[in-house]
């Protein structure tokens, strides 16, 4: 019996191995030169003046709404179909999540809906690359200049994704993550990107607890920072990404061709964008024979890992529903949680795992 292909597999080479190696031989742990070279590699990669190192995706949502001073009771709007971290990130603040519905095929915030969702009190928006995918960053960067608004990118699936012909990243307040699963790691970490020179140095003194030398803090700050072992891997792994990118790419692309049972859809890829594939998401629609857990358990009896991302819209997990969110209705992100399935398309797949994932699906039956 074959070994299971996995939903996901960081990447980890012997250069990784040594710079991580030499990091724990210095003894200079906590954040140093590797991460300040980490910082530099990554602005030249995305042609952004600044990139603020933090611990993880998470805080760099945090830090960077912290960094705008946003009033308790101010609306954040963000997509219903994301991971909870995206809007989570508002309440950190005591500010007002307030979510727009999704394209039905990016899965991306609509602009549409989102400009039906402004009100007097919205302040930012808050919007997701999601799976690797860019949203509409030109109608959304139009509809937050109109109405004097933040714009956040959270970054967090989408390394090296580009917007007509420009990578994410750049157009707002860049949010990435770098946990084991997404297209590059350094473990855990994350970074802040930003072409503001006054929120660069903001993001930088709260990051470190408000000091602007030894022991002279101005500012309520935090211990945000990433690690000198972080920084190290972090550089090498951003040296791959775009080859990791590339086999991403290209084990999509085998799937959209090979894919092809009445009752799945593949992902639709909008025409001027670089998808970089965090996720493969199929859809299992209603003509399909069998209901989607079933599909799951087929796939795990051949040896392929799957998995759903997202299976709520954020507004209807525990946490909001508490928060009085009960009402809330985007019904294209109540759908597409409903029959998304992502598929292994990660850079460790070799033409055998692909074929065998294409054989699976297509001989499925009932």
Not at 13 to 21: H, K, M
Not at 161 to 182: D, L
Not at 316 to 326: D, K
Request: with cysteine; hydrophobic share 40%; net charge negative.
């Amino acid at each position: 019996m074959r070994d299971i292909i996995p939903i996901a597999r960081p990447v980890i080479g012997d250069e990784e191995i040594r710079a991580a190696e030499d990091v724990l031989r210095s003894g200079m742990l906590t954040q140093g030169e590797n991460v300040l070279r980490f910082e530099e590699e990554f602005s030249k990669y995305l042609g952004v003046k600044h990139s603020i190192a933090v611990s993880n995706g998470t805080i760099a949502l945090d830090l960077a709404l912290k960094a705008f001073d946003l009033c308790p009771g101010d609306e954040v709007i963000s997509p219903a179909f994301t991971f909870i971290a995206t809007a989570n990130c508002a309440l950190y603040q005591g500010l007002k999540p307030t979510f727009a519905d999704v394209d039905p095929r990016t899965f991306n915030i609509d602009p549409e809906d989102l400009k039906e969702k402004i009100t007097p009190r919205t302040r930012a928006v808050v919007g997701v690359h999601l799976y690797g995918q860019p949203f509409d960053l030109s109608a959304v960067q139009q509809i937050c200049e109109d109405n004097d608004l933040i714009l956040i990118e959270d970054c967090a699936q989408a390394h090296g994704a580009e917007f007509e012909g420009k990578k994410v990243g750049g157009f707002g307040t860049g949010c990435f993550s770098f946990y084991p699963t997404k297209n590059m790691t350094t473990g855990e970490g994350g970074m802040i990107t930003t072409n503001d020179d006054a929120l660069a140095a903001r993001l930088r003194l709260m990051r470190n607890h408000g000091d602007t030398g030894k022991y002279n803090h101005v500012t309520l700050g935090y211990n945000y920072r990433m690690m000198n072992l972080q920084g190290a891997i972090g550089l090498v792994q951003l040296k791959r990404l775009e080859d990791f990118t590339a086999k991403r790419i290209r084990n999509a692309e085998f799937l959209n061709k090979n894919i092809n049972i009445k009752g799945l859809t593949t992902p639709f890829r909008a025409p001027n964008v670089r998808h970089v594939y965090h996720q493969y998401a199929i859809k299992v629609e209603d003509d399909f024979p069998a209901k989607r857990e079933e599909l799951i358990l087929y796939l795990q009896a051949n040896g392929i890992g799957s998995a759903v991302h997202y299976p709520k819209a954020v507004y209807e997990q525990p946490l909001y529903r508490e928060l009085g969110y009960a009402d809330v209705r985007c019904p294209v992100s109540e759908d597409i949680s409903r029959r998304v399935l992502s598929l292994p398309v990660h850079p460790s797949l070799n033409q055998e795992d692909l074929e065998h994932i294409v054989s699976a699906i297509n001989g499925f039956e009932a």
